[in-house]
């Protein structure tokens, strides 16, 4: 069966990007007979995508946004200052040709789970009625246990399959830093949900130092 998963988070700018091409390093390292597709949904400025297309310019897999506005905003609000709303139909339509001819599907939210993706829903909404194994993606930093138990909270009245969670390091920390801003344990006791585990800060884009950190991760949750 044909897998997808949405990589999504607590906020914008915590890290979604690294762990995306991280796991999608990985599966062309090793399952590199398996077609792939990663996929923004919906792209609001610019860079994303861009950046997908630079890492892996030498593989031949599916790399695409259906949606693109200029404005960086949330995607309702960029796409109104254009004119446009965000067409779901179209988006699903894209999305949904990919999950029925690749053997996995590595899609980017916009934002959090909270964020709008349209005037009446937000990231949660599409994923739970599409049906989206999702992975949360959560920063190493003072405060994050509360947003994760509020995202956790939000994704499970919205009907959403959390695989687990990804705490995503954005600066070089001590060990005493991790486990006293981001506990392991005490994290999956308040949620009840996976921590799939840490992953380290990486300057640069490196493709190997990317498959290592992905091969760190508790993968059997994911793939």
């Known amino acids: 069966m044909n897998r997808a ?8 700018e ?4 690294k762990l995306i091409t991280a796991l999608a390093a990985y599966w062309l390292k090793y399952n590199a007979h398996k077609e792939i597709a990663l996929i923004k949904l919906v792209q609001t400025g610019h860079g994303d995508l861009e950046h997908y297309q630079a890492l ?3 593989q031949l897999f599916t790399i695409l946004s259906p949606l693109i506005f ?5 995607p309702p609000l960029a796409a109104a200052l254009e004119g446009k709303s965000v067409d779901l139909g179209y988006l699903w339509q ?8 690749k053997a996995l599907v590595l899609a980017e939210g916009s934002g959090g789970l909270g964020s709008p993706i349209t005037q009446e ?9 599409w049906n989206l194994a999702t992975i949360l993606v959560a920063p190493v930093q003072l405060g994050v246990i509360a947003q994760i138990v509020a995202n956790v909270a939000l994704a499970r009245q919205k009907g959403v399959n959390i695989l687990g969670i990804v705490l995503n390091c954005q600066s070089h920390l001590s060990q005493q830093q991790i486990d006293n ?7 999956v006791q308040l949620t009840q949900t996976p921590v799939i585990g840490y992953f380290p800060y990486l300057e640069g884009d490196d493709l190997d130092l990317l498959v290592q950190a992905a091969a760190n991760l508790d993968l059997e949750y994911i793939f």
């Open 14 to 17: 915590i890290g979604k990007t």
């Open 181 to 187: 801003w981001a506990p392991r344990d005490l994290i």
């Open 70 to 74: 200029d404005a960086p905003l949330a």
């Open 5 to 12: 998963i949405l990589v999504s988070g607590i906020n914008t």
């Open 56 to 58: 892996f310019k030498d």
């Open 94 to 101: 894209v999305f949904s040709h990919q999950r029925e001819t």
């Open 121 to 129: 829903l937000v990231f949660a909404d599409l994923a739970a009625s």
